[in-house]
Each structure stands twice: as C-alpha cells, then as structure tokens.
C-alpha cells in the first residue's frame, strides 16, 4: 500500500522538494559541531553526482526520485553551510565600558522610556578591525534618539547577544548572528556627533532607504492624531516609535499584537489591492481593456506594489517570506500558471530556504507554510444523476494534495 501510494505521488515531486531542502537546512542547525565548508561541499556534490548519474543511467522513476530529494537535502545542507560562512562577523566578549565611533544605521525599537540603534561601528576602543564586529546594537534613552544615517561617538557598555533563557527558548544570538550583529548593549552616555570617514556604497544605500523611511513616519506621525499614529507608522514603515505603552498592551490583551508586525498579511493587503484596483481600472477603460491583458497588467503592478512596500517597511524576516511568497503567484499569473497552487508555495518555499535557509527554524516560517499547506476540503465536480436528471454533489472529502 505504501508503495502504491508513493507511485501514485510521483507526479507530485515538487511538493516535497522543500521538505527535503528544508531537512537538509534543519540538518546543519542540529549538528552538535561545526562542520567544515568542505565537508559539505563533498557531500552535497556526491548527493548531485549520484542523481545525475541516476538520471543518465536512466533508472527507475522511485530510485530516481529518491537520488533527487537526496540531492535536494544535500543542497539544504550546503546553503545553511554557506550563509553562515557569508554573514559571519566577530562576536564581542564581555567588556567595559568602550566608546564606540559608527554610523547608525537603522532605529530597531523606540518606545517612551528607550530605545535601539543598530550601529555600523569604524573604531570600537580596545577592539582591533579584525575583531569589530559589522554592527551592534545600543539601547539609549528615548530622549537620545537619533535619525539613521547619522556619525555618531558614544560609550556603551557591550557584550555578546545572550544565548537562550532555558532549552527551547527564543534564541537571539543565532538571530543576531543571521543580522550581522556581533555585540549588544547599553549606552552611557547619549549619542554625539562624530566626524567619520566616507563609508562604502551598501552602507550608504543602507542608510538612506532607512533616513527615508525614517522621515516618512515621521510626516505620518505628524500628520495623524495621536490615537493613530503609532499604528499607522508601525504598519506602514515598522517604526514603533510613535506607539504608546497603552497601545501596546492593549494590542497585546486583544491578541492583535500580530498586526504591527509587518508580515503576509500587509504584503497581502497591499499586492491584493493592488492588483484589485488596476484590474478594475483596466476593465472600466474599454479602450485599454482590448488592447492589454488587464490580468497581468494588475500582477505587475501588484508585484511592483509588493516589492515597494518591502523596501518601506524595512525588509523585516517575515516580510521578506512573505514578499517572496506573493512574487511567486504573480509570477505565475505573469507566465499563465495557476496563482494559488501548492506548486507555487513549494516554489516560494524552495526560493527562500535558498536566500535564508536559517528561516527553517524560524516559528514564523513553519507556521505560516503549515497554515497554508495544512490538509483542506475540496467538493468533487457536479455530476449528472443518471435516474432523475437533476444535479447532485458527492460529499466532501479531503484533498490528496
């Protein structure tokens, strides 16, 4: 029975290419040491050979689908290898007070009484270049806030990210590792203006997609009443800084703490009308409307859509999936593939445990493919009852996909 089930599941090979992608990534995060980028290379490519030489030697179609998802989890393997060898950055050791020269690049969290810069920091005292990590980040007083973009010299007591609280725990340092943050802590003194060197043009870009996202919460806050400025900042740009303590935990009480975490159901508000609202200007305008496909016209806009607000809401993990996610069914309107299939979630998933395959231990990644894989209801087609003439529908059952 099994194995008939298998057979029948053969045309079916994408959807368990991310499984064994994901597996493969899942496989590196578990190893209890470190294995050497070498090691993973010879594997992934001896799980590649194989294949390959499955496939020329044409062998069966279950030997064949097995090699691929060996060669699958291999690739897994060798991604996860990978992005930790690209990202990585020195991890600071507990010191004292140090005074740090960098430029800010971004404003993690503000609320009334704190808040967070992330740092690109040129000198850190008592640290050589080699062992200055890429960023840090400093938690300040609310009053010291300053915009991103802007040199800045402040002393700070810094530390590593802390390891999870207990077994199972939220692990930040991994996260911070993933980031590029190398050291956490607390500022002594407030931010002051430095003179620094010209930095290179990622940071630059950096910056000032983050000073533009920045000013524009700010002309939101400015321009909303002080009830809904902070949600509307928050869910427009990811900034916070403008929600009070009672919002936040009135938000939190009711359960929609969810909603100012800029994630799929933005990117789904967004590209969805988006793509609405061109569609129906397309099909209002009849002269437009024979001359252009309206449908794809709409998933262009709407991917455009999507991938602006991306870059407006600061890239966050769960925004990045779900941008992802979304281009992948406009992609598929835009080449006549069904736009709402498991085949094209497969594809979204496969896209983004390549980019960041650490996302396979991220809560946020397993239940939001979960939700949406999850077994389903289907209605079979109407038939024709062949005693009365009359239309009848077989009950539902689950769905074998």
């Excluded at 933005?266 to 309206?294: E, K, N, S």
Aim: glycine share 8%.
């Amino acid at each position: 029975m099994a194995r008939d089930e298998a057979a029948s599941q053969a045309d079916r090979w994408m959807l368990g290419a991310p499984i064994a992608l994901g597996g493969g990534a899942a496989t590196y995060f578990a190893l209890k040491s470190e294995p050497a980028l070498w090691q993973v290379a010879a594997a992934a490519g001896a799980a590649w050979s194989v294949f390959l030489v499955a496939r020329l030697a044409r062998a069966r179609r279950s030997v064949l689908l097995l090699a691929l998802y060996a060669a699958l989890f291999g690739l897994g393997l060798a991604a996860a290898k990978v992005r930790a060898v690209r990202v990585a950055t020195p991890i600071a050791s507990a010191m004292a007070p140090a005074r740090i020269e960098g430029w800010v690049t971004d404003v993690a969290s503000m609320t009334s009484t704190s808040g967070r810069l992330v740092i690109a920091p040129v000198r850190i005292e008592g640290l050589t270049p080699e062992r200055t990590p890429s960023r840090v980040r400093v938690t300040i007083s609310e009053s010291a806030a300053v915009p991103p973009g802007t040199p800045v010299r402040i002393l700070a007591i810094l530390g590593p990210p802390p390891e999870p609280a207990s077994p199972g725990a939220y692990d930040f340092a991994r996260d911070a590792y993933f980031q590029g943050i190398g050291a956490v802590g607390f500022a002594r003194t407030a931010p002051r203006r430095a003179d620094l060197p010209r930095p290179n043009w990622r940071l630059r870009l950096e910056m000032a997609v983050n000073a533009a996202r920045w000013r524009l919460a700010s002309r939101i806050a400015a321009h909303m009443g002080p009830d809904a400025q902070g949600l509307g900042a928050a869910m427009i740009t990811g900034y916070q800084a403008w929600l009070d303590e009672s919002q936040e935990t009135a938000l939190r009480n009711s359960g929609l703490a969810h909603i100012i975490s800029i994630s799929g159901l933005h990117m789904a508000i967004v590209g969805g009308f988006a793509f609405l609202l061109v569609r129906l200007g397309v099909a209002a305008w009849p002269w437009l409307a024979v001359r252009i496909d309206g449908k794809k016209a709409a998933a262009a806009f709407g991917l455009a859509a999507v991938l602006s607000y991306l870059v407006v809401s600061g890239a966050p993990p769960p925004a990045q999936r779900s941008a992802i996610t979304a281009a992948a069914a406009f992609g598929a309107v835009l080449t006549d593939r069904r736009a709402i299939s498991l085949h094209v979630l497969a594809v979204a998933a496969l896209v983004i445990l390549v980019l960041q395959p650490e996302a396979v231990v991220a809560p946020g990644f397993q239940m939001s493919f979960a939700a949406t894989t999850a077994p389903t209801r289907s209605f079979r087609k109407t038939r024709l009852s062949p005693k009365a003439g009359s239309t009848s529908r077989v009950s539902a059952a689950p769905c074998s996909s």
